[in-house]
């Protein structure tokens, strides 16, 4: 007899109307006084109203009102820009949280000359974090040092902000990860982040 799983829950877009995991939505709910909120960690109480990960479904669920009809009424008047970042927000200071906490546990490496050595050398290395506005000659550089390991690569935020979320006063272009739970959260949240950039910007 084959072992029952328990099913994913599973919900639909208020605006497209596309299925998909729960996991892979993001999630909204209505606060007392009638603010529409995103929730990212889909753990706040209350009833869930739910779209893709695209800021082209959250604008059409706001222009159908959507919310009001997912909240029956409860929910105010929703300014799309408004809400829309919020959930850029929330994104980024999710991959905030988890550079600083793998920060904190000894678990990052930055500067040019320390990531070069870590991806070198013979400890394990789960990461290579890229900050977006490095050149593309840099970039090219550090993507053939991680081939070489067959390394993740996630580009995120700019030189200046990875620096302060090192606790550096100078700029960051390249981190690695030296943890694999670490580098797993961090891959997520940025793929997450980077596919709504993308809806955002119409790529």
Same mark, same amino acid.
């Given at each position: 007899?084959?072992?029952?799983?328990?099913?994913?829950?599973?919900?639909?877009?208020?605006?497209?109307?596309?299925?998909?995991?729960?996991?892979?939505?993001?999630?909204?709910?209505?606060?007392?006084?009638?603010?529409?909120?995103?929730?990212?960690?889909? *753990?706040?109480?209350?009833?869930?109203? /739910?779209?893709?990960?695209?800021?082209?479904?959250?604008?059409?669920?706001?222009?159908?009102?959507?919310?009001?009809?997912? %909240?029956?009424?409860?929910a105010g008047v929703v300014?799309?820009?408004?809400?829309?970042?919020?959930?850029?927000?929330?994104?980024?200071?999710?991959?905030?949280?988890?550079?600083?906490?793998?920060? *904190?546990?000894?678990?990052?490496?930055?500067?040019?000359?320390?990531?070069?050595?870590?991806?070198? &050398?013979?400890?394990?290395?789960?990461?290579?974090?890229?900050? &977006?506005?490095?050149?593309?000659?840099?970039?090219?550089?550090?993507?053939?040092?991680?081939?070489?390991?067959?390394?993740?690569?996630?580009?995120? %935020?700019? *030189?200046?902000?990875?620096?302060?979320?090192?606790? *550096?006063?100078?700029?960051?272009?390249?981190?690695?990860?030296?943890?694999?739970?670490?580098?797993?959260?961090?891959?997520?949240?940025?793929?997450? /982040?980077?596919? /709504?950039?993308?809806?955002?910007?119409?790529?």
């Amino acid at each position: 007899m084959a072992a029952l799983s328990a099913a994913v829950p599973r919900r639909s877009c208020m605006a497209c109307r596309r299925e998909a995991d729960k996991a892979a939505l993001l999630r909204f709910v209505c606060a007392p006084d009638g603010t529409v909120v995103p929730d990212l960690e889909q *753990k706040l109480p209350g009833r869930g109203a /739910y779209t893709c990960l695209s800021r082209a479904c959250l604008l059409q669920a706001v222009a159908r009102r959507s919310f009001q009809r997912a %909240f029956k009424g409860e929910a105010g008047v929703v300014d799309p820009q408004e809400l829309s970042g919020m959930v850029l927000q929330l994104m980024e200071r999710r991959i905030s949280g988890y550079l600083s906490l793998a920060a *904190k546990a000894g678990a990052l490496v930055s500067g040019s000359e320390a990531v070069e050595r870590a991806l070198k &050398g013979t400890r394990p290395v789960y990461l290579l974090l890229l900050a &977006g506005d490095i050149s593309p000659a840099i970039a090219d550089k550090w993507h053939s040092l991680a081939a070489r390991s067959q390394l993740p690569v996630v580009r995120v %935020f700019d *030189k200046d902000a990875v620096g302060q979320l090192m606790g *550096k006063d100078s700029e960051r272009s390249a981190v690695v990860v030296m943890s694999d739970g670490f580098a797993r959260s961090l891959i997520r949240e940025c793929e997450r /982040y980077r596919t /709504y950039l993308e809806e955002e910007n119409g790529r």
